[in-house]
């Protein structure tokens, strides 16, 4: 079981930037991918950034070049950079953690999430 903890959201005007952080229960250098996903009213669940194990990340075209997702592995702490925010940016934000078993069977661990809140 892996527990996610995010902090970081709030309100920002459009231009400005946030870092949401998620502090994981266990180490997460041993996790096969973590990554930050988003849900605006109405919408349904959407990817924003991943990053495997090894390194490689992964970016909804949305937030190509202006987010970058991070993490420590010492404080077991993923990150996610937003600059330049933009109102279509607003949602509440969910640290997820993912394992796949030998069988392939995917086991997903979400945070409670955090929102963030971009004016235009």
């Known amino acids: 079981q892996v527990r996610l903890v995010e902090s970081g959201g709030g309100l920002v005007q459009a231009g400005g930037s946030l870092r949401l952080s998620c502090a994981a229960s266990t180490n997460i250098a041993a996790i096969a991918e973590m990554g930050w996903y988003r849900q605006a009213p109405g919408k349904q669940r959407e990817l924003v950034a991943s990053l495997a194990k090894a390194g490689t990340t992964n970016y909804a075209d949305a937030v190509k070049g202006r987010f970058t997702i991070s993490r420590d592995n010492a404080k077991n702490t993923l990150y996610l950079q937003m600059n330049n925010l933009k109102p279509d940016d607003a949602a509440v934000y969910y640290c997820?953690?993912?394992?796949?078993?030998?069988?392939?069977?995917?086991?997903?661990?979400w945070g409670q999430g955090t929102q963030v809140t971009v004016s235009s």
């Open positions: 997820n953690a993912k394992e796949w078993t030998q069988r392939g069977n995917e086991f997903n661990y």
